[in-house]
């Protein structure tokens, strides 16, 4: 098993080397890298490892930056002292985490649990792992999300957020529809993306559909109070905005505030 090491102190990457030697006297430590830069450039031009053991703070930045815009080949277990909330957000992605200073039979446990799970590992679902663990994080500062990775046949493909006109969701399936018409499955439900998505960008009109405003083309008044949108690209059923959100949803389309989310 061949490992990439991602950790800046010293004294804590000889001791998780140490407790690897013991753990796994098979695995090999191809490399330890302190750095975000220096991380980026070695997966550049290198074969992907078996495993990334990472550490989430490293020199210049959080390691989460490595993989911005990367395909993730790899699975990653994480050492952390991220406070409670954090944790259960890996836990529920089942993304393995360690907890500093790490123990030998916790390191062995996530070995052992990355060697059960390895035979059905796919890139594809690491990559979305690892997307929503991120968005989940309580980081300071966090932006809105600025592009989905998405499967395209056996590849994964980056689309930026302004290449969305819709996501809209039928029998708890979640399609992302880009501006010019191709459509990927995404695995998230309107509720999350909600959160994730600028509102003045982003509009929830119904509980079917989240918009954005480029896909509006036209508004018609509708039976008690709603409006019937016409969107580009057309959708084949008839998309509502509800009545209770027909006037913050005027004034959303006119730039006058952003709207209150709600779900109704």
């Given amino acids: 098993m061949q490992i990439l090491l991602l950790e800046d102190e010293y004294p804590a990457a000889e001791r998780l080397q140490r407790l690897l030697r013991q753990a796994d006297p098979s695995a090999e430590v191809l490399a330890v890298l302190q750095s975000v830069a220096a991380t980026r450039q070695w997966l550049a031009s290198n074969p992907a490892p078996d495993l990334i053991l990472s550490d989430i703070q490293l020199s210049d930045g959080l390691s989460f930056e490595i993989f911005e815009g990367l395909a993730l080949r790899s699975p990653i277990i994480f050492t952390t002292a991220y406070d409670e909330y954090a944790i259960k957000a890996f836990r529920v992605r089942s993304i393995d985490y360690l907890l500093k200073p790490v123990k030998l039979a916790d390191l062995q446990a996530a070995l052992s649990k990355f060697h059960d799970l390895r035979p059905s590992f796919s890139p594809n679902e690491s990559a979305q792992r690892l997307e929503r663990l991120l968005d989940s994080l309580p980081l300071a500062g966090k932006p809105y999300k600025t592009r989905f990775l998405v499967s395209s046949g056996s590849q994964l493909l980056p689309l930026d957020v302004d ?18 018409g191709r459509r990927f499955v995404l695995d998230y439900t309107l509720e999350q993306l909600e959160r994730l998505l600028d509102p003045r960008q982003f509009f929830r009109a119904n509980r079917q559909l989240l918009l954005h405003l480029s896909a509006v083309r036209r508004l018609h008044p509708y039976f008690n109070g709603k409006y019937k949108l016409d969107l580009h690209p057309e959708v084949s059923d008839e998309m509502l905005v509800s009545r ?11 730039g006058e505030s952003s709207p209150v989310r709600t779900t109704s």
Avoid at 163 to 180: K, M
Avoid at 244 to 254: I, P, Q
């Fill in 244 to 254: 209770g959100k027909a006037s913050a949803f005027k004034a959303w389309l006119e």
């Fill in 163 to 180: 290449q969305v006109a819709y996501f809209v969701t039928r029998h708890e399936l979640t399609t992302i529809v880009a501006h010019d």
